[in-house]
C-alpha cells in the first residue's frame, strides 16, 4: 500500500507525469518483465490516493512511448526491449535473439534510385550514382521497433541487387550468399523526435522520442582492401531499443 503523499505535489510537475515516471523506471529496472501484465487502473487508484483521470493519462503516456500496449480482457503489458552492446558489431536478429526474442522483417520497399548525399559519401560514390534502395521495418515479437533504410553499394558489388531482403539479416545474406567477408562498421547514434512517416511506421506518437542510428558497414576483399558496402539509416522506437557501452581508461591519462 502507497503513501498518499508519494507524489511531489507542489513541483509543478502534473501528478499523472510522476506516475508515468515511476511506472517507466519500474520496466527499465526489471520489476516488471517484457509480457507481465501491469496492476490495473483501480490498483494504481488504491494504492497512490490518485483519480481514474490521472491513472489514464500516465497509462497513455507510457503506451504512446512504445513500453506497453492495451490488450481487451487481459489489461496493459509490457512491450519487450532490445539492447545492442558496443563496439561488438551484430545484426538486429543477433541482438534480438541473444536476448532471447523473436525477430522478423518486413520488406516495405525495394528500388535502385539516386544515392543521397549522405550515402554517397558513406560509400564513397559520386552524387549521381545509381544503387539499390532498401526500405525495411524491423520487429521483435510481433511489434515494430525500427524502421530502416539501406543504400546498397551495387555499383562495386551488382550482385546486392539480386539478394531477397525480406530475410532476417542482410549480414547473413552478405555473408552466405555472396561469400562476402564483413569487417567492421562506423555507427552514429543520436536521439531525436520521430517524424510523421516514422510514428505511423512504428506505432508511436510523432514527436515521441526515438534513437537514430547512422552505420557504414565494410567488408575486405581478398586483396585486403576495405570497401564500404552498406549505408543504413535505422530509426528506433527509443522506449523499447537501448545501447550499451563498456568504456575503459587508458593508463597514464
Given amino acids: 500500500m502507497m503513501q498518499s503523499d508519494f507524489f511531489d505535489r507542489e513541483s509543478g510537475i502534473p501528478v499523472y507525469r ?14 516488471y518483465q517484457p509480457g ?3 496492476p490495473s487502473e483501480a490498483d494504481y487508484i488504491r494504492d497512490f490516493n490518485v483519480s481514474r483521470t490521472t491513472v489514464r493519462l500516465a497509462f497513455g503516456l507510457i503506451t504512446n512511448a512504445g513500453m506497453v500496449r492495451r490488450e481487451q480482457g487481459r489489461g496493459t503489458i509490457v512491450v519487450p526491449q532490445v539492447r545492442t552492446q558496443l563496439p561488438f558489431l551484430a545484426s ?27 550515402a554517397a559519401k558513406a560509400l564513397s560514390l559520386p552524387t549521381d550514382a545509381h544503387v539499390l534502395r532498401v526500405e525495411r521495418l524491423r520487429l521483435v515479437d510481433g511489434e515494430p521497433i525500427g524502421l530502416a533504410l539501406s543504400w546498397m553499394n551495387t555499383v562495386r558489388f551488382p550482385g546486392l541487387a539480386n539478394l531477397n531482403y525480406s530475410a532476417l539479416s542482410i549480414y547473413s545474406l552478405l555473408e552466405s550468399e555472396m561469400g562476402l567477408s564483413i569487417r567492421s562498421a562506423k555507427e552514429n547514434i543520436r536521439a531525436d523526435l520521430a517524424t510523421e512517416n516514422e510514428a505511423h511506421k512504428l ?8 534513437l537514430r542510428m547512422l552505420r557504414t558497414t565494410f567488408i575486405q576483399d581478398e586483396q585486403g582492401a576495405v570497401i564500404p558496402i552498406e549505408y543504413v539509416e535505422v530509426v528506433f ?13 587508458q593508463s597514464g591519462k
Fill in 203 to 210: 506505432n508511436i506518437q510523432a514527436g515521441a522520442p526515438v
Fill in 237 to 249: 522506437n527509443g522506449s523499447i531499443y537501448s545501447v550499451d557501452v563498456e568504456l575503459y581508461r
Fill in 18 to 31: 510522476q506516475l508515468a515516471d515511476y511506472i517507466k523506471k519500474q520496466i527499465s529496472s526489471g520489476v
Fill in 92 to 118: 538486429f536478429t543477433e541482438e534480438s535473439s541473444r536476448y532471447g526474442r523473436t525477430p522478423s522483417v518486413v520488406l516495405l520497399r525495394q528500388y535502385m534510385d539516386k544515392v543521397s548525399i549522405e
Fill in 36 to 38: 507481465d501484465v501491469l
